[in-house]
């Protein structure tokens, strides 16, 4: 049998390159809004949240990353609130209204080099997500470990839709359960012209972007995928 036969597919539908005068980190979930994503880069030895146009790739508004460095970030377009938390070190995570508002604790707790944040939107939940550990909570409260991934496992996992989890293993989504018991229920890998290797991934619950390398131009994007 043919890799088609047990490994899916996930096609591009956009995709919008990293500035070339930016820097961007690998490992980090991103925000969603619409056409419009929450990105966290680096520029002229300055670490800043911008909000970037998927449409044209500019970016139309930025402002300074607190306590400097990486951060993972998460968009909850409901209540207009900015998730975010400094990946390296033990933080209480933040939340922030739009890009400028001022910031609040998203967790009541400290966690340590969380990565992905994302959300249910039905329940409300938040989850949380570092190399192998995966906590849940809800806003302004004491998150606690949900899940230990052992063996082979996904990582950047962030929440999707009716409990079920994304990840990436090996460059290829996950799309997979951890209750009753942790079940990988499909795998999908670029393919086409725009077929590489899948980082970090982030997701609303309905739209799925991911960060890929486009070796043809030498450069990181993002994209948006379907599966």
């Not at 995966?134 to 990582?155: A, I, Q």
Request: net charge positive; hydrophobic share 30%; no cysteine.
């Amino acid at each position: 049998p043919s890799i088609d036969d047990w490994m899916g597919q996930a096609k591009v539908v956009r995709k919008v390159y990293v500035p070339q005068d930016h820097q961007t980190n690998t490992g980090l979930s991103f925000g969603i809004d619409g056409d419009f994503l929450y990105v966290n880069h680096l520029a002229n030895g300055t670490y800043r949240f911008y909000k970037m146009n998927t449409l044209n790739g500019t970016m139309v508004d930025s402002v300074n990353v607190p306590n400097g460095n990486w951060h993972a970030l998460h968009f909850k377009a409901s209540s207009n609130k900015l998730y975010n938390t400094r990946y390296s070190g033990s933080y209480t995570m933040q939340q922030r209204t739009g890009l400028m508002g001022a910031s609040s604790n998203l967790s009541s707790n400290t966690l340590s080099n969380i990565q992905y944040i994302s959300t249910n939107g039905s329940s409300g939940t938040v989850y949380a997500s570092n190399n192998n550990q995966l906590y849940s909570g809800s806003e302004g409260g004491s998150f606690s470990n949900l899940f230990t991934f052992t063996g082979n496992y996904p990582r950047a996992v962030v929440y999707y839709k009716n409990d079920q989890f994304l990840g990436v293993y090996n460059g290829t989504l996950v799309l997979f359960k951890i209750s009753p018991s942790f079940e990988i229920i499909k795998q999908y890998r670029l393919t086409g012209p725009d077929a590489g290797y899948l980082e970090a991934i982030s997701t609303n619950g309905s739209d799925i972007w991911a960060m890929t390398y486009d070796n043809n131009a030498n450069r990181y994007t993002y994209v948006k995928v379907t599966i």
